[in-house]
T-cell receptor, first 111, second 112 residues
């Protein structure tokens, strides 16, 4: 059974520092991996999708890497801002489309 | 272009009452999903629909039914609500079954 783990569970950094969020999964037979952001009381916003054939994906200040063989993905957020404060979730997508979520990393960026 | 919309945003039910949560997407996506989010349990898949006319069970389908009314709409029905169904319910859609999923704003349901 696929298990997705996100470490750390919470992270606090001063504004301007780079953020590094980790996601690990136990079954490397994934189709895609997706990173989301969730603000308190809100829905999930898709940040990046990495296909299983890709090693990384970039969007603005965000960069996500994927190493299927070791079962890991890392989300980097450069030059963090207070507006980046949120919970970040990773999810692996199986061949039939099921998203298996990690528990998330709660990020606080202090001014 | 509204993306994925859900109604209602909030609902309080008494045990045993029934209700239907509505979801619609305007992105011409083939696949749609219903999830529930609970503290300490994360997000879990209830049902999904790979394409119009098909539905399949996810991880936690007991106590729920779904209808894929057309390509745009996917509803979730609670026939006899129980306190264990108190949760936040999210609908999502994707262009293909393995593709990027887009989520609605959620419905916060309390069953007393």
């Amino acid at each position: 059974k696929q298990e997705v783990t996100q470490i750390p569970a919470a992270l606090s950094v001063p504004e301007g520092e780079n953020l590094v969020l980790n996601c690990s999964f136990t079954d490397s037979a994934i189709y895609n991996l997706q990173w989301f952001r969730q603000d308190p009381g809100k829905g999930l916003t898709s940040l990046l999708l990495i296909q299983s054939s890709q090693r990384e994906q970039t969007s603005g200040r965000l960069n996500a890497s994927l190493d299927k063989s070791s079962g890991r993905s890392t989300l980097y957020i450069a030059a963090s801002q207070p507006g980046d404060s949120a919970t970040y979730l990773c999810a692996v997508i199986s061949s039939w489309g099921k998203l298996q979520f990690g528990a998330g990393t709660q990020v606080v960026v202090t001014p | 272009n509204a993306g994925v919309t859900q109604t209602p945003k909030f609902q309080v039910l008494k045990t045993g009452q029934s209700m239907t949560l509505q979801c619609a997407q305007d992105m011409n996506h083939n696949s749609m999903y219903w999830y529930r989010q609970d503290p300490g349990m994360g997000l879990r898949l209830i049902y999904y629909s790979a394409s119009e006319g098909t539905t399949d069970k996810g991880e936690v389908p007991n106590g729920y039914n779904v209808s894929r009314l057309n390509k745009r709409e996917f509803s979730l029905r609670l026939e006899s609500a129980a306190p264990s169904q108190t949760s936040v319910y999210f609908c999502a859609s994707s262009g293909e079954l393995q593709g990027e999923q887009y989520f609605g704003p959620g419905t916060r349901l309390t069953v007393t």
